[in-house]
């Protein structure tokens, strides 16, 4: 393809280092439509006749369908999938094949098939968080008022509601998805046409091919359009952030499959057993999503590290563009997938959440709020006064609610009998009304403002 100044072929390793065809080959079919467009384009401009132009089309056709049948082959020779294609296409329709790289460069060719490849693999995810959120909403509202710990420091802390709990990882996805959104957005520009490097001389029509691939317009400056990869950044950045709310909610399924935890049982789909330990049920599917998490940050540290004091214009160094983005993508699209199955299939132990939020003084909180509004006592009083409460309950053995009036009213007189009212972990999930906070009916009404 590029051989006339050379007299001798390039050494075994060369070609190995340059070949970068086992893995764009992955590009195939946005190589071809990218192909389509351009050489639709050159026909309608009459920079290569209408018969050529349909000539290359049907090639193109054929080629594609090669691909389609038997996929791609690592063919080192041929260097990447533009030249492959470009070689297939000249066995299929002869000489004519050689007008289709008129008025373009692998350059802007590459930098188009990998902006359409991004963009196809920004809507599979968009998709995918949509199922997610979906499951994500559908057991909230099945626990809109099954009440767990709530923990800071992994420490019980007030009680909340599992519903309430599933939305907070609504809120992340949500999230998540408006980068992807915004990055597909931004992104949407065609580099085609730019060339090399400085634009070309033909009288191309940039807005027809960018309109004909569904970008909403072309690149504006030709150097920037070959060399910027910031489209792939965006994708990677959108994908690692999302990797970690992902590992975060694996790693509560890890902690809350745990014995001493026991919030949650997998359904048989989602675990593993052990070859030696029979009694194991071990939720891997969550460990993997967390360690993904690992190795998804890793692609983007690649592809910046790649980037990072790269003069303009195309240097070769970007052909290391694209093995981060496909793995982060592949990482990505199967921990959102076995979320998903956890999610919907996962069996709430909803007992064991309230045996563990009634025994750690969870509604501590509650009775120094009462103090405050009941007897108007100022909050740092009542704290020292409810700390107190909870030793009593302690050396009792007891829950909160369960320790007697006359104890209670020992450490403070001003403690009645009403204060029962708010001592149980019920009553705590129900006052918190305000504004975002857990009460069930705070979180049903997240979930109908969720679904739209
Ligand atoms: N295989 C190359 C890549 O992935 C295509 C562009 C090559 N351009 C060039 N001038 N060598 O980046």
């Known amino acids: 393809m590029w051989g006339g100044r050379f007299a001798e072929g390039p050494a075994a390793v060369m070609r190995e280092i340059n070949a970068s065809i086992p893995f764009d080959k992955r590009m195939w079919r946005q190589d071809v439509a990218g192909s389509r467009a351009h050489v639709t384009m050159l026909g309608e401009r009459g920079i290569v006749s209408a018969d050529d132009a349909a000539a290359i089309r049907d090639g193109l056709e054929q080629v594609a369908a090669g691909y389609a049948a038997d996929g791609v082959p690592d063919d080192l020779a041929m260097e990447d999938i533009h030249m492959l294609t470009e070689a297939r296409l000249s066995a299929a329709i002869g000489p004519a094949a050689g007008r289709l790289h008129t008025a373009r460069s692998r350059n802007d060719q590459v930098a188009t098939d990998f902006r359409l490849w991004v963009r196809d693999a920004t809507d599979q995810v968009l998709a995918a968080l949509d199922a997610l959120d979906a499951a994500l909403l559908a057991r909230a509202e099945e626990h809109a008022d099954s009440v767990m710990p709530g923990f800071t420091h992994l420490q019980s802390a007030q009680p909340v509601t599992l519903g309430h709990h599933l939305m907070a990882y609504h809120e992340m996805v949500s999230r998540d998805v408006s980068r992807f959104r915004d990055n597909r957005a931004r992104g949407n520009l065609c580099p085609l046409g730019a060339a090399a490097l400085a634009g070309t001389g033909f009288p191309i029509d940039r807005h027809a091919t960018a309109a004909a691939l569904g970008f909403d317009g072309p690149t504006r400056n030709s150097l920037d359009s070959v060399s910027d990869r910031d489209f792939a950044l965006d994708y990677l950045m959108a994908a690692v952030q999302c990797s970690l709310h992902l590992s975060r909610l694996a790693e509560e399924f890890v902690l809350w499959a745990s014995q001493p935890f026991g919030f949650v049982s997998l359904s048989d789909q989602w675990s593993t057993g052990s ?25 983007l540290v690649s592809l910046m590290v790649t980037m990072k004091g790269l003069p303009l214009a195309y240097s070769k160094d970007m052909q290391d563009d694209k093995p981060p983005v496909f793995e982060c993508h592949d990482l990505l699209a199967i921990s959102i997938a076995a979320m998903t199955g956890m999610i919907e299939s996962a069996t709430f132990r ?16 509650d009775l120094a709020d ?21 030793a009593r309950a302690e050396a009792l053995a007891c829950t909160l609610d369960k320790v007697p009036l006359a104890d ?4 403070d007189a001003r403690i009645t009998d009403a204060v029962y009212g708010v001592l149980s972990v019920d009553a705590s999930v129900a006052s918190r009304r305000s504004f975002g906070g857990t009460a069930p009916d705070n979180v049903r009404a997240a979930i109908r403002a969720a679904r739209g």
């Open 275 to 299: 070859s030696i330990m029979p009694q194991k049920r071990n939720p891997d599917a969550a460990e993997l999503v967390r360690g993904h998490a690992g190795r998804i940050s890793g692609c």
């Open 350 to 365: 909803t007992d064991r959440m309230r045996a563990l939020a009634e025994s750690g003084f969870a509604t501590a909180t």
């Open 370 to 390: 009462w103090l405050v509004r009941e007897a108007d006592v100022p909050f740092r009083e009542a704290h020292h006064i409810t700390g107190r409460a909870v």
């Open 408 to 411: 209670l009213q020992a450490i």
